[in-house]
């Protein structure tokens, strides 16, 4: 289920102040300070579960016999409360937190890389299923989705950042500008699968770092260049976990 986009989506963001560029026109990543790359001739474009359990309760109330006949007495009556079990409830406190900060960009884009496979990531909507990998060079990104090394895999409390292609290699994130509130993002792991779901686009210029960010709460990002074949602008998708 490998599929890889067209040109190469820059998924290349820097921590402080640098360019993040995730490539429409040029094969390349730019980082600002931290990185100078040469354009190449292709066109490219461009990432405690509790279980409330209410105790049983017995209750037993017996009346006295009286000592003069006839003798009555009344029978005992026994009230038993019943136990309700509910669903587990799973909050924040039950989730991993994002263990660390996003890296910086690499200074060289299209170095060599592990091909690391972390799972999959699927959106139902546009008919994608890709592999998602570990990194963010271009590299890495010409077979696939990339996650953002740092930033929170599916499922944690954070940002999952994840960078891909629109018009090359396969472009897995060609539609991603078709995706509205309440659209489907699957992530599949080692850890299982986890639904996330779209909660807004944005458009931004490309030195917009904060995209990385880490979050407070389960959420994710997809994102690459924008329009497609250029590198004007990065077209972002906001998710956040199912409930």
């Known amino acids: 289920m490998l599929t890889v986009g067209l040109p190469a989506v820059l998924a290349v963001a820097a921590l402080g102040g640098a360019t993040l560029l995730m490539g429409s026109g040029d094969n390349s990543v ?3 300070e931290l990185a100078t790359t040469t354009s190449s001739t292709t066109t490219t474009t461009e990432a405690v579960e509790e279980i409330f359990t209410s ?15 006839p003798t009555t007495t009344a029978a005992a ?16 406190d039950t989730l991993p937190e994002q263990p660390s ?31 998602l990998l570990e990194g963010i060079r271009l590299t890495t990104l ?9 930033t929170a895999m599916p499922g944690e409390v954070g940002n999952v950042v994840v960078a891909a292609h629109r018009t090359s290699h396969g472009g897995p994130f060609r539609n991603i500008d078709q995706l509205v509130a309440g659209d489907k ?5 080692a850890a299982g699968e986890v639904e996330y779901t779209v909660t807004g686009t944005q458009i931004v210029n490309p030195d917009a770092i904060w995209i990385v960010d880490p ?10 260049c924008h329009p497609p074949g250029s590198v004007a602008q990065r077209i972002v998708v906001n998710l956040e976990l199912a409930s």
């Open 77 to 92: 009556t026994t009230t038993t409360a019943s136990t309700t079990t509910l669903a587990p409830t799973t909050t924040l």
């Open 142 to 150: 010409d077979n696939g989705p990339g996650h953002w090394p740092g």
């Open 215 to 224: 979050t407070d709460t389960p959420t994710a990002t997809l994102f690459a």
């Open 55 to 69: 105790s049983g309760v017995t209750v037993e109330s017996t009346s006295a016999p009286t000592t003069q006949a």
């Open 185 to 189: 993002v699957i992530f599949n792991t």
């Open 30 to 32: 730019r980082s600002g």
């Open 101 to 131: 900060a996003p890296i910086a960009p690499p200074p060289d884009p299209r170095g060599a890389e592990d091909q690391i496979q972390l799972g999959g990531i699927s959106i139902p909507k546009l008919g994608v299923d890709a592999p």
